[in-house]
C-alpha cells in the first residue's frame, strides 16, 4: 500500500483544516460561550462539532481506507451521542461529566493514530 494516498484528507492541510481543524476551534470555543449561548446551544454545538468530525473520519476511511479513521469515526460519533446525553442530563456523569466525555473521545481519537504505525496507515 502506498506511503500516501491523494484521497486522504487527513493528509492534507486544507481538507485536514474543513474536516477536523474548524470543528476542533469550535469544539474549543464553547469554552468561552457561557456567557453568550444557553447551555443547551453549547451543548448541540459541541455534539455538532463531534458528529462533524466523526462523519469526516467515515467518509475519509470510505475514501482511502486510512486505518485509524475506521477508528476514530465511530469514536468521535459515539463522542457526540455522548454530549448530547450527558448534556441534557439523561445521563449524570457528576458535575465534570462533559469534560470526561469531551476528554475521552478525544483521548481515543488520538489513541487510534497508534494503529497505523503498528499496522500500517492504509488498510489494505
Given at each position: 500500500?502506498?506511503?500516501?494516498?491523494?484521497?486522504d484528507?487527513?493528509?492534507?492541510?486544507?481538507?485536514?483544516?474543513?474536516?477536523?481543524?474548524?470543528?476542533?476551534?469550535?469544539?474549543?470555543?464553547?469554552?468561552?460561550?457561557?456567557?453568550?449561548?444557553?447551555?443547551?446551544?453549547?451543548?448541540?454545538?459541541?455534539?455538532?462539532?463531534?458528529?462533524?468530525?466523526?462523519?469526516?473520519?467515515?467518509?475519509?476511511?470510505?475514501?482511502?481506507?486510512?486505518?485509524?479513521?475506521?477508528?476514530s469515526?465511530?469514536?468521535?460519533?459515539?463522542?457526540?451521542?455522548?454530549?448530547?446525553?450527558?448534556?441534557?442530563?439523561?445521563?449524570?456523569?457528576?458535575?465534570?461529566?462533559?469534560?470526561?466525555?469531551?476528554?475521552?473521545?478525544?483521548?481515543?481519537?488520538?489513541?487510534?493514530?497508534?494503529?497505523?504505525?503498528?499496522?500500517?496507515?492504509?488498510?489494505?
Amino acid at each position: 500500500m502506498p506511503i500516501s494516498n491523494p484521497n486522504d484528507h487527513a493528509a492534507q492541510p486544507l481538507p485536514f483544516f474543513w474536516s477536523w481543524g474548524l470543528p476542533i476551534a469550535i469544539l474549543i470555543s464553547t469554552n468561552f460561550m457561557g456567557g453568550f449561548l444557553p447551555f443547551p446551544a453549547i451543548v448541540a454545538i459541541m455534539s455538532g462539532a463531534f458528529f462533524w468530525m466523526g462523519l469526516a473520519c467515515v467518509l475519509n476511511a470510505k475514501r482511502c481506507r486510512r486505518r485509524h479513521c475506521y477508528y476514530s469515526g465511530p469514536i468521535f460519533i459515539l463522542g457526540g451521542l455522548a454530549v448530547l446525553l450527558v448534556g441534557f442530563e439523561i445521563i449524570s456523569l457528576g458535575r465534570d461529566g462533559l469534560i470526561i466525555v469531551v476528554g475521552a473521545a478525544t483521548s481515543l481519537a488520538l489513541l487510534s493514530y497508534l494503529s497505523e504505525p503498528i499496522f500500517g496507515k492504509y488498510v489494505n
